[in-house]
């Protein structure tokens, strides 16, 4: 399985789209999940870029607190069921948290969810969802591979999740902050974490945006437009393979490559 982390623009999209075809047939991928929620001009997603990712080769996208960014999303996040938001927003809010795919290694499920501290809006708690989702899948399927993108602004949060999940889900991976971190380890019970994927958007930015404009706005505290750099592309996820008969992660590889 391969995940790419948060999806910043049209520099992202175009380069996303190149790298996993090839990447897919270099390493022998068989699931790939992305992040793409800021991939609408740094802030959401429309239809349009949902199914162009789907088509580029990404199984399921997940998003985080920027999915209501562009409002043409309410309506068609209940036809496409591989589009996903925060698993713990309120019951009837438009959308799913979690989906499920049979492949020729048995069924995967991704988990979107989405943390609380730092965080706006702030969801129910992540925890109980969480274990809602698990013991309904599991109810339902022989489910082993789980796979979970924690959208989270605080490091510990992450690490804490994923501790609580180490054992019951395959792979915990942290996005949001836009900037990897180089904590990948596969903890005790068998669950892959990394804390922070990081961002797959132009390397010389702040968070795939102009530097320019955010300094100026740091130093006058007047508004900024903060348009989506230009440039080269960093692409950051982790490759993580999982034993489809345990669900238990037995290696893993971080993800970082610059595209031009």
């Known amino acids: ?86 698993l713990n927003y ?39 969802a969480i274990d809602e989702e698990l013991k ?3 109810e339902q399927l022989d489910l082993k591979m789980i796979f979970l993108d924690f959208h989270a602004e605080a490091t510990s949060e992450k690490i804490a999740t994923a501790r609580y999940l180490d054992g019951r889900v395959s792979a915990v991976v942290g996005t949001h902050t836009h900037v990897q971190t180089a904590d990948e380890q596969i903890f005790p019970e068998g669950t892959a974490f990394l804390c922070d994927a990081g961002m ?15 300094l100026y706005r740091m130093k006058t505290a007047m508004p900024q437009t903060m348009p989506v750099a230009k440039g080269p592309v960093e692409i950051c996820g982790l490759m993580v393979d999982i034993d489809s008969t345990t669900g238990k992660a037995v290696d893993l590889e971080r993800i970082s490559v610059i595209s031009e």
């Open 200 to 214: 797959c958007g132009p390397k010389e930015s702040i968070l795939g945006r102009r530097i320019e404009p955010i």
């Open 1 to 86: 399985m391969l995940f790419l982390g948060d999806i910043v623009g049209e520099p992202g999209r175009k380069a996303v789209a190149t790298f996993i075809p090839k990447f897919r047939e270099e390493r022998g991928l068989d699931f790939i999940v992305v992040n793409g929620e800021n991939s609408a001009g740094g802030r959401g997603i429309t239809p349009k870029i949902a199914i162009a990712l789907l088509r580029a080769g990404a199984t399921v996208i997940t998003t985080g607190d920027h999915i209501w960014d562009q409002r043409e999303i309410v309506d068609f996040l209940p036809t496409e069921p591989r589009l996903l938001r925060p």
């Open 136 to 138: 309904k899948l599991k």
């Open 90 to 128: 309120p019951d009837n809010t438009p959308g799913h948290g979690s989906i499920v795919l049979e492949t020729d290694k048995g069924p995967v499920a991704v988990i979107n969810a989405q943390g609380r501290t730092f965080m706006n809006p702030p969801l129910e708690n992540p925890l109980i």
